[in-house]
Nanobody, 125 residues
Framework: VQVVESGGGSVQAGGSVRLSCAVS????????ITWFRQAPGKEREGVAA???????FYVGSVKGRFSVSRDSAKNTVYLDMINLQPEDTATYFC????????????????????WGQGTQVTVSS
């Protein structure tokens, strides 16, 4: 299985960005993708997840601003981010799990089998 992120860039505060996570090498449609981010000097944090059953979970800091969705025909998961703030500046990674069906929290890191290389999002004030 491979996952490849795309769509990062630089925006001003209040702007929007759509990230994509393209999944290949997995023959079934039921899989979990979780978006993580890591800012310089900070720990990696999970921010949004979509389960194999299309359930979704968001951490409090992004709830109402980030939206995760799936296009099964394209084997792609999207992270739509609006009203971005400088504190959202980070490298964003998508992580794949075939084991997570329903998400009610950010799944444990040990459940993810494959990680993308990351895409940078920079928000200026």
């Amino acid at each position: 299985v491979q996952v490849v992120e795309s769509g990062g860039g630089s925006v001003q505060a209040g702007g929007s960005v759509r990230l994509s996570c393209a999944v290949s090498g997995y023959r079934w449609q039921s899989y979990c993708i979780t978006w993580f981010r890591q800012a310089p000097g900070k720990e990696r944090e999970g921010v949004a997840a979509i389960g194999g059953d299309d359930s979704t979970f968001y951490v409090g800091s992004v709830k109402g601003r980030f939206s995760v969705s799936r296009d099964s025909a394209k084997n792609t998961v999207y992270l739509d981010m609006i009203n971005l703030q400088p504190e959202d500046t980070a490298t964003y990674f998508c992580a794949f799990s075939s084991a997570v069906l329903n998400v009610q929290n950010i799944p444990p890191v040990r459940l993810f089998e494959t990680w993308g290389q990351g895409t940078q999002v920079t928000v200026s004030s």
